[in-house]
C-alpha cells in the first residue's frame, strides 16, 4: 500500500516537472495558406516557384537574392569569384550540417549539379537552375568550381533561391527515390517532416542549426495548406486555421482590415505584366505596337480595378529589380489622340481588327483588366475583341509563336536577363518572334559583363530599345497581399518564396 | 448467377477499349504540350527534346496508343509525366481519399434523403411533402462548386464550426495504414483522429452529396407514391396493420429498387463530382489529382485516373445488379 502510494506521489511530481517543461518548450506552429501545390517528394521533380523557397528552406539556400541590397548574398555558398568568363567558383561555408549531423560539402553540391539538377531525367529544372552549366566539380571539401558554357553574367539569378542541395551519401546509400522520400537531408535550418501531396507540407525548425540559432523566434513548425481559392483562404484566415494567407485578392482585403488582429502587408511583385505583340500584320508595324501602348490607361486600371495594388511600369522592370533605371525613356503615356495618329500613320485611318488573348484566373483580375483594355483600344482606333482561352492552351500556343497578341506575366524578374532574352532575343523562344539585332547585340553583350556597372548600363540600353520599339507594352506589377496574423513579425518577399526562418513568432 | 458474371464482364471489355480510345484521342487532341507546361518558364528547345523522347511523345499517336492499350491489359498506365512515378501507385495513394469522401455523401445524402421521400410520398401535398420537395429542388439545381463556397462561408466562416479544408489536422493522426483516414483511425482507437477526420470531411461530404440528396429524394418520393396505390398494400390495411407499418414495412422495402439503381448511378456522379469538391476543399483525393494532371497534360495520368473512374462505374453497376437480387427476391439471374 505504502509502496503504490509512493509511486502515485513520484509519478504525480513527475507529471508536474514535465507539464512544467512541456509548458515552457510551447512549440510555435505557423499554417501558411498557399496557391501553388508540392506534388512530388522529388525536390527536382518540379519547377514552381513555392518549391524552389520550401526546399531552398530545407537544403540551403545556395544563395539568395537580398531585395534590400538589390543584389544576391551567399548562405551555403558564402561567397563566390569569377575566374574567367565561363568559370565560377563557390567557396562553401562550414557551418552547414545535415539532418544526421554530416558536414555538407562540395561533392553534395556537385551531386546536386551534375546528378540530379542536369543528369536525372525526372528533373523539371535544368533550364532554370543550369542552363549553360556544362560541369561542376569539387576543388577541396569546400570549394565548387562551376563551368558555362557560355559566359553568363546572371548566372546567379539561376542559382540563388533555385538550387537545392541534397546529401549525395543520402542518394549513394538509400537510391533517389528513398532518400527523397524517406530520407530527405538538407543543410538548411528546417527540415522536411510531412508531405501530403495535394494537401499539406510540414517543415520543422533544427533549432541546432546556426541560421535558426540566430533567429531564436522563427516558428518551430511550418504547415503549407493548400487552398487555391481566395475565398478558403481569407475564410481561414479570419478563423485563424492560417496564420499567414498568400495572395488576398484586393476587393477581399477589406474583411481582413475588420479585424484589429490582423493585417494585410502589400509587397510588390517581381512579376511584370505585360502585353505581347508578335510583329505580324498588323503588330509587324512598329506604329501600331506603339498605339497599343498609348492606348491603354494604366493609371486609371491601377486606380480603379487594382483599387492601387500595382505600380505603374515604364519599361521593362520596376524598383527592387535589378537594372532598374528610373531614368528610362521613352515612357509610354496614356494618349489616345496619339494612338490614333500612329495608327494613321502605320496604314490604318479607318482602324484595324485586333484580337487579344488572356489567362483567366492565373493572375490577379486578369479578365476583368484584360476586358477593361478593349474599350480603351476601341476608343483608340482598333477593333479590339477578347479571347479566353483555357491556361495550356494559351500557353502552348504562346510557346509556339501562335498568338499574336496576348497579355502575359513573366515571375522571378529579379534580373530581368532571362525574361529579356526568353522574350525578345532573336531566335530564343517563339514567344514574340521579334528580332532587332542592335538589341541582340546589347543583351549579349550584358550576359558576358561581370562589371556590374557596365553590366546595368547595357541593360538600360536594351531596355530604352524595348520600350520604344514596343514588341510588348509593359503594365505593371501587382501588389501582392499577404494577410498576417498580428503574432506574427514577417516582411513577405516580392517574389512567391517563403523563408519562415526569416518570422517571428511573438510570445 | 456465374454465367451472368462472365456475360457483364466480357461486355465490359469493349466498352472500356472505347472509354481508353476515346479519352487518348481527347487529351491528345487538345490543345497544350506536357513538355512546355512541365519543364519550366525557362526551359529550351533542347530539353523539350529530351522530354518528348523519353515521354515516349515523338512517335506516331497510334504507336502510343498501341503501347498504352498494351500496358494497360497488363494493369500498367504507364509511368506520370509530372510525378516520374507509375500512374497506378500515383492513383493508389489519391483514390481512398476520393472514395471516402463519396462513401460519407452517400451516406449523409441517403440518411437525408430516404426519409424525407418516404414522408414526402406518404402524406402528399402535406407541409412536409412541400418542404422535401422544395429541398430537394434545392440540391438538384444547387453547382456543387456554389454549394461549397457557400458552406466555406457559413459553417467554416460565419459560424465558425468547422474546418474550411483538407482531410485532417497536422499531428493527430497515427501512422496511415491503409490510406482510409477514418477507417484507420478507427481500427487504431484514435478517437480524437475519428473526430477530426469527421469535421474535415462533412462539408466536402455535404456540398457533394447535395445533388445526390435531391434526385434520391425525388425518385423514393415517386417511387413511395407508385407502391402507395398497389394492391398489396390495401391488403396489408386491410388486416388491419397501422399505418406506419404499412409504409416502412411494406411500402418501403419495395419501393426501394429503383433508389438502389439512382444511388449506384449517382455514385458514378459523385466520382466526377469530386473533381470540383475536391478541388475547393484541397481535399487530397483522385479528383484534385485529375485536375492537376489535366493542367499539366499529363498524358498517362488523365489516362490512368479516367479508367479507373471506368472501371469504378462497372463494377459499381455490377454490384447494384447484384443487389437487387437481395432486395427483391423475385429477381434471380
Known sequence: ????????????????????????????????????????????????????????????????????????????????????????????????????????????????????????????????????????????????????????????????????????????????????????????????????PGQRLVLQKRPDHPDAKKHPNAPDEVIYRIMREPEQRVTAFLNDEIQIAQFIPPHMRQRIEKNPKLRIAPVDSVEIMFLAMQPKPPFDKKEVRQAVCHAINRDQIIATLLEGFASRLDGPIGPGQYGYDPNLKPKMNYDPEQSKKLLAQAGYANGVDVELQTPVGRYTLDKQLTEAMIPMLNAAGFRARLLTPEWATLWANVQKGTVPFYYMGRGSVQDPSAALHQYFHTGETPRIGYSNPKLDELLDKEQQEFDTKKRRQYLSQAMSILTDDAPACFLWRHKLLWGLNSRIDYKPLPDARIYAIDMAVKK | MTSYLFQRLAGTLPVLLLISFLVFSLIHAAPGDPTLLLLGEETNAAEIAKAKERWGLDQPLYVQYLKFVRAAAAGDFGKSFKYAEPVINVIKTRLPATIELAVFAIIIASLLAIPLGVWAGAKPNSWIDNLGTTFGLFGISMPSFWLAIMLILLLAGVLNLLPTSGRSTYGIAGP???????????????????????????????????????????????????VMNEDYIQTARAKGLREKNVVWRHVTSNALIPVITVVGLELGTLLSGSIIVETVFAWPGSGSLLITALNARDYPLVTGIVMTYTLAFVAINLIIDGLYAVVDPRIRY
Not at chain 1, 518540379?46 to 534590400?68: H, K, M, N, R, W
Not at chain 1, 551555403?76 to 567557396?91: C, D, G, Q, S, Y
Not at chain 1, 553540391?109 to 542536369?118: K, Q, Y
Not at chain 1, 561542376?136 to 557560355?150: G, H, M, Q, R
Open chain 1, 1 to 196: 500500500m505504502i509502496t503504490t502510494r509512493r509511486f502515485l506521489t513520484t509519478l504525480t511530481a513527475v507529471t508536474c516537472i514535465l507539464g512544467g517543461t512541456l509548458t515552457v518548450q510551447a512549440q510555435s506552429r505557423v499554417s501558411i495558406g498557399v496557391t501553388e501545390t508540392i506534388e512530388t517528394h522529388n525536390p527536382y521533380g518540379d519547377s514552381v516557384s513555392l518549391q524552389y523557397g520550401i526546399y531552398s528552406e530545407v537544403t540551403g539556400p545556395f544563395c539568395t537574392y537580398s531585395y534590400a541590397k538589390g543584389d544576391f548574398e551567399g548562405r551555403l555558398a558564402e561567397r563566390w569569384k569569377v575566374e574567367n568568363p565561363t568559370t565560377w567558383i563557390f567557396f562553401l561555408s562550414k557551418n552547414y550540417k545535415f539532418n544526421d549531423g554530416t558536414t555538407v560539402t562540395a561533392d553534395d553540391v556537385v551531386h546536386s549539379l551534375m546528378n540530379r539538377v542536369i543528369g536525372d531525367p525526372q528533373s523539371k529544372q535544368k533550364a532554370s537552375v543550369a542552363p549553360s552549366i556544362v560541369k561542376a566539380e569539387a576543388l577541396d571539401k569546400f570549394t565548387v568550381k562551376v563551368t558555362t558554357d557560355k559566359p553568363t553574367a546572371p548566372l546567379l539569378s539561376f542559382l540563388c533561391d533555385r538550387l537545392i542541395v541534397t546529401s549525395k551519401a543520402a542518394f549513394d546509400k538509400y537510391g533517389r527515390d528513398a532518400a527523397d522520400r524517406e530520407h530527405m537531408m538538407g543543410g538548411g535550418p528546417y527540415q522536411l517532416k510531412e508531405l501530403i
Open chain 2, 176 to 226: 496511415e495504414q491503409t490510406g482510409f483516414y477514418l477507417f484507420d483511425s478507427i481500427m487504431q482507437k484514435n478517437w480524437s483522429a475519428v473526430w477530426d477526420g469527421l469535421t474535415h470531411i462533412f462539408l466536402p461530404a455535404l456540398a457533394l452529396g447535395m445533388n445526390m440528396l435531391g434526385i434520391l429524394m425525388r425518385v423514393t418520393r415517386s417511387s413511395i407514391l407508385e
